[in-house]
């Protein structure tokens, strides 16, 4: 007896959720994904966002003093003429957060940069999406076949 309530109360329960499904008051849920591979491909990074990983972040970085002198002077017009260009309509240099500020300026010394360095950057770029594509690319090389190389980068 008690197994025939359950059960009908979980049939119910299966109509009253498709219908609230129906009503948006419910998401579908999606499986998890337990393959390693993402639905999701990470976007490739755009032109500023490689600059700022190739010559902001290491440590000793030069262009890391010069952001924050900017940051700090940021009220001064000839830091709002150079950054200007850079900014979205309706927005101005003071309002801009630390992140915001720091891809502006990223967005501004790219311009600057020769052609020569803006191709080294863009290879660079497709080089990190061919790696994000296939992370066990280096891996197939040892192994000698990618799909051996693909599962045990899954497994962990």
Known sequence: MTFQRVENWYKEFLKSS???CSQGLYQ??????LTGRSARKKPPYQLHQAFSVLYWHPSNSPLRHEVTDLWEKRQDSTVHRRLNPFIKEGRDVI???????HMVV????????PPDELEMIRKWINEQQALSDRPWAEEAEI???????????IQG
């Open 143 to 153: 192994y000698g076949d990618d799909l051996v190389a693909e599962n045990r980068h």
């Open 106 to 113: 990223m967005q501004w010394k790219c311009s600057l940069l």
């Open 95 to 101: 309002s801009l957060n630390r992140l915001q500020f």
């Open 28 to 33: 579908k849920q999606r499986r998890l994904d």
């Open 18 to 20: 498709k219908n609230s």
